[in-house]
């Protein structure tokens, strides 16, 4: 009868006992979710480390562990004591232990001191990024950047499993299920691009340097997506050091900090006039000779000029010619095409801490500030809201939202989620668009502020911009700080990439282009090819060599020019050199006038490409040909 009743009459009570005394519910952690570039290359990533705890009712001799304690982890004996005398069930020890303490505090075998692992940030790239990738706190809680701005999908909750224990409350694992690990979640893939980050960061120094500059900030946006490939800050910042780090390091300056952008502003006055159909395209302005009173303020130019064109007054940056073109727009219309472009207002990314700028309300300027903010003085912006106002003239027009992060994923690869989706606004007419893109275009060739911006081989869409700095226990000017900055896109016909570079404070030269175009030239100049986009060669020439062969006689007006006279021979040759033998590719020299032998298995030039060149097969000889158009 005893059996019946305790195995059929009260089974679930004695079962639930049992589960009560082998079961056991755990916490298995689900460490932070990795950081990636758009390529997959790791910004951060969650790192095992050790860390002490005590329980403090298995604490038998405090005074004793206290003193071992004190000679690994070099801390006061006292203070130990008195943290492990607490007789609390918890009690942090030391955090995030290196291996060499660790392993000294296993061998010691301290009864009531025990190991854990938790999961600490680490940044592969140390400052590369660090402000727009920002810090985790000692919890792991996302604090700064991208980590705060998506903690809720990198940081997740533990996972909860089920398990077996004995008597001793010592966890068991049967033979059949493997005890679980710890794992990741999500992982978030970014839009940044590592190689063109390091790209902005080193010329980001090299320009504070050689412009004994106090700062500097530097935005790339995809021009077709609005996606950020990159956003360097100097002075730089390191997330692996942040709790020695002064808040001011940790700013993103390039969405928080304002500045005056000075001349660069001009791309959006005269836009506003096109577009609302206050000027005409060919419509040329006094410039008054670089003196021009209005009220009881005089306004110069740098060189002084007479009439100019709208596209003159971009490329030559013309003060006097701007405040007059904003006259004619008048104060409300501009108010409303600055507002349009996306001044004044979050451009919306997905990071913390953006700035929204400052435009004042229009009905409360003066002529002067009016034609102030023709220039780009008397109002604020971001150095992202610059670059999306201008990736709006490289868009044809439209305005996109910015973003870093591109996707999450599983920790298998697999895409779970991509971001962005944000409607595009139109904020000029394509047409609109299109001629200030020329007028851009024109700032940086020959005569322009911009030239130093181009680099070989790809068109550039810019504008300078050098704004004296509003000194704040004056309320005036300052005649020794400014702000030099360039921006724009390229390649100009066909916009890839959308750039801003912004110096403060340069002390050898205080022009946009001369202190902030070279860093946008160095850039372009290696990033566009590692995007796919290569250089451009400049229209062929006919060489020394082509002129020779063809001077003797001129072709008849009737009959056709021979090939080597064309000032595209070596396209009109190259296809029929594939394959062709050594011999015919002589001939082929000859025909452009360059003096060639055989020699052993090629044939050795004799002028025009450095003599004494070999060339062993067809394929060499077609590099030459090339150089020599």
């Known amino acids: 009868m005893k059996a019946f009743q305790l195995q059929v009459l009260e089974h679930s009570v004695w079962a639930e006992r049992a589960d009560a005394q082998t079961r056991t519910t755990l916490d298995i952690p689900v460490y932070r979710g990795s950081l990636m570039d758009r390529s997959g290359r790791l910004l951060a990533v969650s790192v095992g480390q050790p860390s002490l705890f005590a329980d403090g009712m298995h604490v038998t001799d405090p005074k004793g562990t206290a003193e071992k304690l004190a000679s690994i982890l070099s801390e ?41 692992t938790e999961y600490r940030r680490f940044y592969p790239l140390g400052d590369s990024a660090g402000q727009v990738l920002g810090f985790t706190g000692e919890d792991g809680a996302g604090l700064e950047g991208v980590e705060r701005a998506y903690d809720g999908l990198l940081r997740q909750a533990v996972r909860k499993v089920g398990g077996f224990r004995d008597g001793g409350r010592h966890r068991m694992w049967l033979d059949t299920v493997p005890p679980p690990v710890a794992e990741e979640r999500y992982g978030l893939k970014l839009t940044l691009d590592a190689r063109i980050q390091s790209l902005c960061e080193r010329h980001l120094e090299e320009a504070v340097r050689e412009q004994e500059a106090s700062a500097a900030e530097m935005v790339v946006l995809d021009a077709r997506s609005f996606e950020v490939v990159a956003m360097a800050n100097w002075p730089p910042f390191d997330p692996n050091r942040y709790a020695s780090s002064s808040p001011g390091e940790w700013r993103n300056r390039a969405i928080a900090d304002l500045f005056e952008p000075g001349s660069a502003f001009k791309v959006f006055l005269v836009a506003a006039a096109l577009d609302a159909g206050r000027v005409r395209g060919n419509e040329r302005i006094f410039c008054e000779n670089g003196d021009f009173r209005l009220a009881r303020h005089t306004i110069h130019d740098v060189h002084p000029h007479g009439w100019l064109t709208l596209s003159e007054v971009l490329k030559y940056s013309s003060n006097i010619g701007a405040a007059k073109l904003a006259m004619e727009v008048g104060s409300e219309t501009y108010h409303r095409y600055i507002r349009e472009f996306g001044f004044g207002s979050r451009t919306g990314i997905d990071l913390p801490g953006e700035g929204a700028g400052l435009v004042r309300s229009w009905d409360a300027w003066r002529p002067v500030d009016l034609a102030s903010c023709a220039f780009g003085q008397s109002l604020a912006v971001t150095t992202l809201q610059l670059t999306c106002a201008v990736g709006a003239i490289a868009n044809g027009g439209l305005m996109g939202v910015p973003r870093v992060a591109g996707e ?7 895409t ?47 504008k300078t911009g050098t704004a004296q700095v509003l000194d704040p226990e004056t309320g005036t000017y300052s005649n020794e700080r400014y702000t030099a900055v360039f921006t724009g896109f390229v390649p100009a016909d066909d916009p890839r990439i959308v750039m801003t570079v912004v110096v403060h404070d340069p002390r050898k030269s205080i022009y946009g282009g001369v202190a902030a175009a070279p860093v946008f030239r160095k850039v372009a100049a290696s990033a566009l090819p590692h995007l796919g986009v290569l250089p451009r060669r400049d229209p062929p020439s006919p060489t020394a060599a082509v002129r020779r062969a063809a001077a003797p006689t001129a072709p008849a007006a009737t009959s ?13 040759l190259l296809p029929n050199l594939c394959g062709r033998t050594l011999k015919s590719a002589l001939k082929e020299l000859s025909a452009l006038g360059v003096t060639a032998r055989f020699q052993g298995s090629g044939l050795v030039v004799e002028q025009d490409p450095p003599a004494g060149t070999v060339l062993r097969d067809a394929s060499e000889v077609r590099l030459v040909l090339e150089d020599l158009s």
């Open 416 to 462: 779970l989620k991509r971001f962005g989706g944000h409607p595009w606004r139109r904020v000029v007419t394509r047409e609109t668009a299109e001629r200030i893109r020329e007028m851009m275009q024109a700032v940086t060739e020959q005569g322009g502020t911009g030239t130093q911006a181009v680099p070989a081989g790809y068109p550039v869409a810019g």
């Open 408 to 414: 999450a994923v599983a920790p298998d690869g697999r």
């Open 560 to 572: 056709s020019p021979p090939a080597y006279a064309s000032r595209n021979a070596s396209e009109a």
């Open 76 to 116: 006061p004996v006292q203070e130990l004591e008195g943290r492990l005398r607490t007789r609390k069930r918890f009690i942090w020890i030391r955090r995030n232990l290196s291996d060499a303490q660790a392993l000294e505090c296993r061998r010691a075998r301290l009864p009531g001191v025990y190991l854990t």
